[in-house]
């Protein structure tokens, strides 16, 4: 098949990856800086198989975990030798990538360029030929805001085909709390059907003043975003200074941004009333403090890494690495770290069951593509 045709053929899901980056400029939210004094996980002291990964001291160590799994799970005790390749390099300032039936690659550019990236990592010029005309807005965020931070976003097909779609609060102390407010489309995910509109069991598809889009609410910046092998959607966002959080997002259920959080404002302070748990909300899965930074997000089935079969591989910003959560009874039961030195911001898992990461310089403006495989 030709080239154009393979990108016509998929252009649609490449595009629905890509299309929150094209809103996007090159702000950068606080969380994405290591903090002045702080160490990245990655590169601290090593922690031996069992103990938990994370060893520097918490931001907030006065905040207790609701449950005992709910933060530093232990690494477990067999892990695999990694190496990686440097498959395509020099390209512009990526947000996401799509593999092709070719066994090419379609990557999207902050910038808002699609690029043909070859299986041997040839990389094409900003592809004009082949990219549909007439398109068509499903779906705005609402209300708009003149910021440059939080945008969030990832966006999952369900196996029924409607479109889950994570967006951020604005980050802004005068528009976060609307992360509350079931009328703003601000720190919510959203579940569309193809041309933008509710599906009929959405959670609030009959409640008069809110909007009927939404599947959850009282969420921060989610980056991250894939589906379990039984269809779920889980999500990880950005918290405050520590309190990134793992959630399993349910419809019509309140995650409790900003008003229950772990972690603190980024000059130290309590967020709001330094509530972290309540009634009216929902526990995180799994949080992290200090934070790692997450940018996408891959649920793993394949036969490169048996050991991280059923795990999510989530790429740090922050912790310039791979973050691998292995999920039992919907529990994080082992948490472990693969250093790549380079800021993560997207993880896919090939067809032959390598994992692929994009990463940026933020420095240069540039990426590479990386290829992880088992070190024999």
Known sequence: MHRNSLLAATFLSAALIASPALAQDEGTSPEEEVAEGSVAPDEGEEAAAGQPVETAEPNAPDQEPAFAEQTRAPQPEAMPATTYEVIAEELPHLW???????????????????????????????????????????????????????????????????????????????????????????????????????????????????????????HRNMQSAALDGQGRLWTVEHGPRGGDELNRPEPGLNYGWPNVTYGLEYDGDTVGQ??????????????????????????????EFPEWQGAFLIGGLVSTGLV?????????????????????????????????????????????????????
Request: aromatic share 10%; glycine share 10%; no cysteine.
């Open 96 to 218: 996401s990538l799509a593999f092709l039936p070719d066994g090419g690659m379609l990557v999207t550019a902050k910038n808002g360029a699609f690029h043909y990236v070859s299986a041997e990592g040839e990389v094409g010029e900003a592809i004009t030929e082949g990219v549909p005309e007439d398109v068509e807005v499903i779906f705005q965020q609402e209300p708009s805001y003149d910021g440059t931070m939080h945008f969030g976003s990832r966006l999952v097909f369900s196996p029924e085909g409607d479109l889950y779609v994570t967006v951020g609060e604005r980050s802004d102390a005068e528009v976060r709390d609307q992360a509350q407010d079931l009328s703003s489309g601000l720190g919510k995910v959203f579940r569309i059907d193809v041309n933008g509109e509710a599906p009929s069991d959405n959670p609030f598809v009959d409640q008069e003043d809110a909007l009927p889009q939404i599947w959850s609410y009282g």
């Open 274 to 303: 330094g509530v972290t748990q309540s009634e009216d909300t929902e526990q995180p899965v799994y949080y992290w403090d200090p934070s790692f930074a997450p940018s996408g997000m891959a649920y793993y089935e394949g036969e």
């Open 324 to 376: 691998i959560v292995h999920i039992e009874d919907d529990l994080v039961a082992y948490e472990e770290r693969v250093p790549l030195e380079r800021r993560v911001r997207d993880v896919r898992v090939a067809p032959d069951g390598s994992v692929y990461v994009v990463t940026e310089d933020r420095e240069a403006g540039t990426s590479e593509i990386l290829r992880i495989t088992r070190d024999s």
